[in-house]
Each structure stands twice: as structure tokens, then as C-alpha cells.
């Protein structure tokens, strides 16, 4: 089982970015796919995540109405579009799996299997 991030990069605050995470190697019946994120000194917190049952989906409130969480590509992608940035949101951003599961959960260490992270940094 493989996650990869990308799309991360430098924005303005208020702008928007959408980071991808390519899976590879799935073969789960049910499973979530979160997206966490860590910025220097702070704890990892979860940011959204969705189920592949019936792609349910849950988000923080840091993020509720701003950022929205989709699968792509026949479930082999999970999108995570982020719009009206803050620079807050500056953060390496994580996508990570928890296989046999029908409800996404928002904390970290239910997921088994993790990306190594893709950049966000949003400019005053």
C-alpha cells in the first residue's frame, strides 16, 4: 500500500490549491482516506476524511466550508480542495489510510499507513 501527496505550494491568502493523493496497491473492501496536517512546533491534526463506502465525509472545524474532500479516478485518487486560504493553514499536509472501516475517523493514529507529506505555506 502506497499514499503519494502532491499539489502543495506557495499561495496568497485567499487563494486556493487542490492536493491529490494517488493510492496504489488498495485492495480494501471498505477503508478512509484522511487528510492531517502538522505545522513546526504543533501536534498532527486532522483536517478531513472520507469513506469509501458512501463517501461520507467529515471535516475540523478549521476547515468546515472552506476545504472539501472528493474521491477521483475510480476512488484511486483523493482530492482535498482548499479554498480561501489563511495562512494558518501553513502546514506539511499528510494523507494516510485506515483499511476496514465504514465511518472516517479524525484521529491520527487510527490510520495505519501514511504519505510522506506534500507543503502548503499560504503568504499574508
Known amino acids: 500500500v502506497q499514499l503519494v501527496e502532491s499539489g502543495g505550494g506557495l499561495v496568497q491568502a485567499g487563494g486556493s490549491l487542490r492536493l491529490s493523493c494517488a493510492t496504489v496497491?488498495?485492495?480494501?473492501?471498505?477503508?478512509?482516506i484522511g487528510w492531517f496536517r502538522q505545522a513546526p512546533g504543533k501536534e498532527r491534526e486532522g483536517v478531513a476524511c472520507i469513506s469509501s463506502r458512501d463517501s461520507g465525509a467529515r471535516y475540523s472545524a478549521s476547515v468546515k466550508g472552506r476545504f472539501t474532500i472528493s474521491f477521483a479516478n475510480a476512488k484511486k485518487t483523493v482530492y482535498l480542495q482548499m479554498d480561501s486560504l489563511k495562512p494558518e493553514d501553513t502546514a506539511t499536509y499528510y494523507c494516510?489510510?485506515?483499511?476496514?472501516?465504514?465511518?472516517?475517523?479524525?484521529?491520527?493514529?487510527?490510520?495505519?499507513?501514511w504519505g510522506r507529506g506534500t507543503q502548503v505555506t499560504v503568504s499574508s
Open positions: 496497491g488498495f485492495r480494501f473492501d471498505d477503508y478512509a
Open positions: 494516510a489510510v485506515d483499511d476496514g472501516t465504514v465511518v472516517c475517523g479524525m484521529e491520527w493514529d487510527e490510520y495505519r499507513s
